[in-house]
Protein backbone atom coordinates (compact mmCIF):
# COMPACT_ATOMS: atom_id res chain seq x y z
CA UNK A 1 0.00 0.00 0.00
CA UNK A 2 2.68 2.20 0.82
CA UNK A 3 4.33 2.03 -2.41
CA UNK A 4 1.35 2.44 -4.63
CA UNK A 5 0.52 6.00 -2.61
CA UNK A 6 4.30 6.91 -3.43
CA UNK A 7 3.35 6.01 -6.89
CA UNK A 8 0.42 8.15 -6.95
CA UNK A 9 1.67 10.97 -5.55
CA UNK A 10 4.68 10.90 -8.27
CA UNK A 11 2.48 10.55 -11.03
CA UNK A 12 0.31 13.63 -8.92
CA UNK A 13 3.27 15.59 -9.17
CA UNK A 14 4.07 15.17 -12.48
CA UNK A 15 0.53 15.53 -13.71
CA UNK A 16 1.01 19.04 -11.88
CA UNK A 17 4.60 19.94 -13.41
CA UNK A 18 2.85 18.84 -17.20
CA UNK A 19 -0.15 21.06 -16.57
CA UNK A 20 1.93 23.57 -15.26
CA UNK A 21 4.22 23.66 -18.38
CA UNK A 22 1.23 23.71 -20.72
CA UNK A 23 -0.34 26.18 -18.47
CA UNK A 24 2.44 28.51 -18.87
CA UNK A 25 2.81 28.33 -22.47
CA UNK A 26 -0.50 28.45 -23.31
CA UNK A 27 -0.48 31.78 -21.45
CA UNK A 28 2.40 32.59 -23.35
CA UNK A 29 1.27 32.52 -26.87
CA UNK A 30 -1.90 34.05 -25.44
CA UNK A 31 0.60 37.06 -24.65
CA UNK A 32 2.50 37.19 -27.84
CA UNK A 33 -1.17 37.30 -29.62
CA UNK A 34 -2.35 39.91 -27.89
CA UNK A 35 1.48 41.95 -28.14
CA UNK A 36 0.88 41.74 -31.66
CA UNK A 37 -2.73 42.83 -32.01
CA UNK A 38 -2.10 46.05 -29.98
CA UNK A 39 1.53 46.66 -32.24
CA UNK A 40 -1.23 46.31 -35.07
CA UNK A 41 -4.12 48.96 -33.51
CA UNK A 42 -1.31 51.19 -33.47
CA UNK A 43 -0.38 50.78 -37.13
CA UNK A 44 -4.03 51.08 -37.72
CA UNK A 45 -4.63 54.00 -35.88
CA UNK A 46 -1.81 55.43 -38.18
CA UNK A 47 -3.01 53.90 -41.38
CA UNK A 48 -6.89 55.77 -40.64
CA UNK A 49 -5.09 59.26 -39.80
CA UNK A 50 -3.64 59.04 -43.10
CA UNK A 51 -6.40 58.09 -44.57
CA UNK A 52 -8.41 60.69 -43.38
CA UNK A 53 -5.18 63.23 -44.63
CA UNK A 54 -4.91 62.30 -47.48
CA UNK A 55 -8.92 63.16 -48.50
CA UNK A 56 -8.06 66.74 -47.44
CA UNK A 57 -4.45 66.31 -49.41
CA UNK A 58 -7.03 65.40 -52.30
CA UNK A 59 -9.09 68.21 -52.13
CA UNK A 60 -6.63 70.74 -52.38
CA UNK A 61 -5.06 69.33 -54.67
CA UNK A 62 -8.26 69.25 -57.18
CA UNK A 63 -8.03 72.62 -57.03
CA UNK A 64 -4.93 72.98 -58.52
CA UNK A 65 -4.41 70.38 -60.34
CA UNK A 66 -8.44 68.91 -61.22
CA UNK A 67 -7.83 67.28 -64.39
CA UNK A 68 -5.87 64.57 -62.96
CA UNK A 69 -8.67 62.93 -62.80
CA UNK A 70 -6.98 59.05 -62.75
CA UNK A 71 -4.40 59.34 -60.22
CA UNK A 72 -7.82 60.98 -57.77
CA UNK A 73 -9.43 57.90 -58.79
CA UNK A 74 -6.91 55.65 -57.28
CA UNK A 75 -6.88 57.58 -54.23
CA UNK A 76 -10.29 57.40 -53.89
CA UNK A 77 -10.64 53.82 -54.48
CA UNK A 78 -7.32 53.22 -51.90
CA UNK A 79 -9.38 54.73 -49.30
CA UNK A 80 -12.85 52.56 -50.03
CA UNK A 81 -10.19 49.58 -49.69
CA UNK A 82 -8.69 50.80 -46.67
CA UNK A 83 -12.65 52.05 -45.19
CA UNK A 84 -13.68 48.22 -46.01
CA UNK A 85 -10.92 46.33 -44.74
CA UNK A 86 -12.49 43.21 -42.66
CA UNK A 87 -9.14 41.51 -41.25
CA UNK A 88 -5.62 42.62 -40.77
CA UNK A 89 -4.24 40.86 -44.12
CA UNK A 90 -7.25 43.20 -45.82
CA UNK A 91 -5.70 46.38 -44.32
CA UNK A 92 -2.02 45.57 -45.30
CA UNK A 93 -2.85 45.02 -48.53
CA UNK A 94 -5.07 48.37 -48.94
CA UNK A 95 -2.43 50.49 -47.02
CA UNK A 96 0.23 49.03 -49.71
CA UNK A 97 -2.23 50.06 -52.43
CA UNK A 98 -2.71 53.38 -50.66
CA UNK A 99 1.16 53.62 -50.40
CA UNK A 100 1.20 53.65 -54.54
CA UNK A 101 -1.30 55.66 -54.88
CA UNK A 102 0.74 58.44 -53.04
CA UNK A 103 3.21 58.00 -54.77
CA UNK A 104 1.61 58.96 -57.90
CA UNK A 105 -0.30 61.46 -56.35
CA UNK A 106 2.85 63.12 -55.36
CA UNK A 107 4.17 62.99 -58.74
CA UNK A 108 1.28 65.11 -59.93
CA UNK A 109 2.35 67.01 -57.13
CA UNK A 110 5.61 68.24 -58.95
CA UNK A 111 3.85 69.27 -61.62
CA UNK A 112 2.13 72.04 -60.21
CA UNK A 113 4.67 74.33 -58.11
CA UNK A 114 1.77 76.28 -57.34
CA UNK A 115 0.74 74.12 -54.66
CA UNK A 116 3.82 74.32 -52.93
CA UNK A 117 2.98 77.99 -51.95
CA UNK A 118 -0.28 77.39 -50.72
CA UNK A 119 -0.13 76.98 -46.75
CA UNK A 120 -3.36 74.59 -46.55
CA UNK A 121 -1.36 72.87 -48.95
CA UNK A 122 2.37 72.78 -46.90
CA UNK A 123 0.43 72.18 -44.07
CA UNK A 124 -1.09 68.53 -45.15
CA UNK A 125 1.97 68.05 -46.07
CA UNK A 126 4.01 68.48 -42.98
CA UNK A 127 1.12 66.16 -41.28
CA UNK A 128 1.05 63.31 -43.81
CA UNK A 129 5.22 63.63 -43.85
CA UNK A 130 4.46 62.98 -40.00
CA UNK A 131 2.06 60.10 -40.30
CA UNK A 132 4.08 58.01 -42.81
CA UNK A 133 6.93 58.20 -40.12
CA UNK A 134 4.65 57.45 -37.32
CA UNK A 135 3.46 54.36 -39.90
CA UNK A 136 7.06 53.30 -40.45
CA UNK A 137 7.98 53.14 -36.50
CA UNK A 138 4.53 51.18 -36.06
CA UNK A 139 5.10 48.66 -38.42
CA UNK A 140 8.79 48.11 -37.58
CA UNK A 141 7.50 47.23 -34.02
CA UNK A 142 4.28 45.57 -35.16
CA UNK A 143 6.88 43.12 -37.43
CA UNK A 144 8.95 42.67 -34.20
CA UNK A 145 6.10 41.64 -32.58
CA UNK A 146 5.09 38.89 -35.60
CA UNK A 147 8.61 38.36 -35.86
CA UNK A 148 8.40 36.96 -32.11
CA UNK A 149 5.36 35.53 -31.78
CA UNK A 150 5.47 33.25 -35.30
CA UNK A 151 8.77 32.36 -33.80
CA UNK A 152 7.08 30.93 -30.82
CA UNK A 153 4.07 29.10 -32.80
CA UNK A 154 6.46 27.41 -35.13
CA UNK A 155 9.03 26.14 -32.33
CA UNK A 156 9.02 23.08 -31.14
CA UNK A 157 7.55 21.95 -28.48
CA UNK A 158 5.21 25.54 -28.53
CA UNK A 159 4.07 24.58 -31.83
CA UNK A 160 2.21 21.56 -30.73
CA UNK A 161 0.10 23.29 -28.06
CA UNK A 162 -0.28 26.46 -30.76
CA UNK A 163 -2.00 23.87 -32.99
CA UNK A 164 -4.46 22.28 -30.71
CA UNK A 165 -5.26 25.59 -29.21
CA UNK A 166 -5.50 27.01 -33.07
CA UNK A 167 -3.13 29.76 -33.12
CA UNK A 168 -1.87 30.54 -36.56
CA UNK A 169 0.67 32.81 -37.52
CA UNK A 170 0.49 36.39 -37.69
CA UNK A 171 0.67 38.45 -41.07
CA UNK A 172 3.45 40.34 -41.06
CA UNK A 173 3.63 44.51 -42.85
CA UNK A 174 6.29 44.53 -45.59
CA UNK A 175 7.70 47.83 -46.16
CA UNK A 176 6.22 48.86 -49.85
CA UNK A 177 8.64 47.51 -52.89
CA UNK A 178 8.31 51.34 -53.86
CA UNK A 179 10.23 52.67 -50.43
CA UNK A 180 13.27 49.58 -51.05
CA UNK A 181 13.93 51.62 -54.79
CA UNK A 182 17.14 54.20 -54.60
CA UNK A 183 15.97 57.59 -55.94
CA UNK A 184 16.97 58.88 -58.87
CA UNK A 185 19.42 61.33 -59.06
CA UNK A 186 19.46 63.30 -61.97
CA UNK A 187 22.62 65.94 -62.82
CA UNK A 188 22.29 66.35 -66.57
CA UNK A 189 20.05 69.53 -66.39
CA UNK A 190 22.91 71.06 -64.59
CA UNK A 191 25.11 72.94 -66.44
CA UNK A 192 29.11 72.63 -66.88
CA UNK A 193 30.67 74.77 -64.67
CA UNK A 194 27.41 75.99 -62.94
CA UNK A 195 28.08 77.20 -59.85
CA UNK A 196 31.93 77.37 -59.84
CA UNK A 197 34.07 79.63 -58.38
CA UNK A 198 36.84 81.57 -59.98
Known amino acids: MKGGTIAIIVVAVLLLLLGGCVAGQYN ?21 RRNDLIGNLVETVKGAAGQEQTVFGEIAQA ?18 GMDGAIGRLL ?16 SLMDEIAGTENRIAVARGRYNDGVRI ?12 LAGFFKFSEAPGYPVPEAAKAAPKVDFSSLKPGAGATK
Do not use: C
Request: glycine share 2%; proline share 3%; net charge positive.
Open 79 to 96: RAAMAGAKTREQSIQAAQ
Open 149 to 160: FNTSVRSFPMNV
Open 28 to 48: QLVSGRAEVQNKWAQVDNQLQ
Open 107 to 122: VVVENYPQLKSMESFT
